[in-house]
């Protein structure tokens, strides 16, 4: 659209030119016409060939510096620069699909859109990125679902424990109308445009202290969550004290046992050699990290609606990639735990699971509308 506007701004530029030129030719014409009236036939004959000659220079070249400038609008059209967020270092996948996301996006767009991730919470924590893409401050970011909850009440059912048993219902789900109505629902709560899923994977509880084989074993370990209600409910039922913390704190909360433990994918706990002040690591899948990349909806509305769709697809590629990608580190960085000394153990999972429904039960009161979409969530597994 830009480039259209710039293109008609020269077409009127340079008509204008062509008239002033054009009069600027006929006038003296005009004036010895009217001032020798004998030689008016041979004006006509001889001078107007000549002025027809010139009018048609002055609209080849008016027609050559349309085209010169009109090219120039095209490839002088603004290239979009924007920041995109990440919590989690270079090497972590979270990280690596925002980047594969924003590569396909600049790709895609022939470069008019160009993103730059910084990682690290370089740029703040989760909540401090959402609240930037709020005052648009911070165009886009990739997002734990847990952060979303604090903006938008709507997400806090991927939150639910035990409510997805594997990465492909949960790619699912995010693939039906129940999801994409939680998506709005959210983008109305909190202004943000939900762009597309990360499915980063199962998070387990690593301590210290001891192998967590059942609900008795986390009595009196404070073990790191993310700031959401849910998690820490959740935790707190299953017997431990949950401690929210932001991730940037938590190798510093566990060196100055401000905390016992802490829980995050396998992934996760590879990217940051958790096992060098870890030593037990129990399977818990207690719950399922679904995260998301997320933009400022002020943003969003900005672009065309031929690059929202750029985007979008960009998106859905850079999931079907990621998805290969975490079954792939998955496996193999629980590998790598193991060589590195850590104990992993598998609990039975059903009394853990008990014990969280009174989570649900809360949920519904709260939410009675969303208890459809968590069945329909549940009738995927």
Same mark, same amino acid.
């Given at each position: ?77 603004? #290239?979009?620069?924007? !920041?995109?967020?990440?919590?989690? @270092?270079?090497?972590? =996948? *979270? /990280? ?5 996301? +924003? ?45 979303? #909850?604090?903006?938008? !009440?709507?997400?806090?059912?991927? @939150?639910?424990?035990? =409510? *997805? /048993? ?5 790619? +699912? ?209």
């Amino acid at each position: 659209m830009g480039v259209l506007v710039l293109s008609l701004t020269w077409m009127v530029r340079l008509y204008t030119v062509y008239t002033i030129l054009n009069q600027a030719l006929l006038i003296p014409w005009y004036r010895v016409a009217m001032g020798d009236g004998a030689n008016l036939h041979l004006l006509y004959c001889i001078g107007g060939k000549k002025m027809k000659r010139l009018q048609g220079v002055v609209l080849g070249m008016v027609c050559v510096a349309m085209v010169t400038f009109g090219a120039l609008g095209t490839s002088g059209a603004k #290239t979009l620069k924007w !920041k995109m967020s990440s919590c989690l @270092n270079s090497e972590n =996948l *979270f /990280t690596l699909h925002a980047k594969d996301w +924003a590569k396909r996006v600049e790709a895609k767009t022939d470069g008019r859109i160009k993103i730059t991730v910084f990682d690290s919470e370089q740029l703040g924590s989760e909540r401090e990125t959402l609240e930037q893409m709020k005052i648009h401050a911070l165009q886009c970011g990739i997002q734990s679902n847990s952060s979303l #909850t604090m903006f938008g !009440k709507s997400q806090v059912m991927y @939150n639910l424990p035990y =409510l *997805f /048993t594997s990465l492909d219902q949960c790619v +699912a789900f995010s693939r039906t109308e129940e999801a994409k109505m939680l998506a709005e629902m959210f983008e109305k709560e909190s202004g943000i445009k939900i762009i597309g899923l990360f499915p980063e994977g199962f998070r387990h509880i690593m301590n210290a202290t001891r192998a967590i084989e059942s609900p008795a074993d986390l009595k009196g370990m404070k073990i790191r969550v993310m700031e959401n209600p849910t998690h820490i409910a959740s935790m707190n039922a299953m017997g431990a004290t949950g401690t929210p913390i932001s991730w940037g704190e938590v190798i510093t909360s566990i060196q100055t046992k401000v905390i016992d433990g802490f829980e995050n994918s396998i992934p996760t706990l590879a990217s940051v050699k958790a096992w060098e002040f870890q030593d037990y690591l129990s399977l818990t899948t207690h719950f399922y990290d679904a995260s998301f990349v997320v933009m400022d909806m002020k943003v969003w509305n900005e672009l065309s609606p031929e690059d929202q769709k750029l985007v979008m697809e960009a998106s859905d590629e850079a999931t079907e990639n990621s998805i290969r990608l975490i079954k792939e580190y998955t496996k193999n960085d629980l590998e790598t735990i193991k060589s590195n000394g850590v104990k992993v153990s598998e609990p039975d999972l059903k009394p853990f699971q008990e014990l969280v429904k009174p989570v649900y039960e809360d949920f519904y009161k709260k939410f009675p509308e969303l208890k459809p979409v968590v069945e329909k969530a549940i009738s995927l597994q």
